[in-house]
């Protein structure tokens, strides 16, 4: 259910992000169109994100495994 709200004299949907604790996932932040506007304005591409992310993803892996 989504409830609007009045933040700065507009009205903004917050939807399922009313409720302490719930984030949005990474696939919903990374297919906003704001976040492509400042990857595009910093020179960020989705594969640069990519490798970025499956590079965290293998050290995480390779410290918890050498524990």
Known sequence: MSM???RFGSTVSVG???VSGTEP???E???DPCIHLLMARDGVTHGDLELL???VRHNRRAGQSST
């Open 16 to 18: 399922n992000y009313v």
């Open 25 to 27: 996932t990474l696939r």
């Open 4 to 6: 609007p709200q009045k």
């Open 53 to 55: 992310i499956e590079s």
């Open 29 to 31: 932040v990374l297919n």
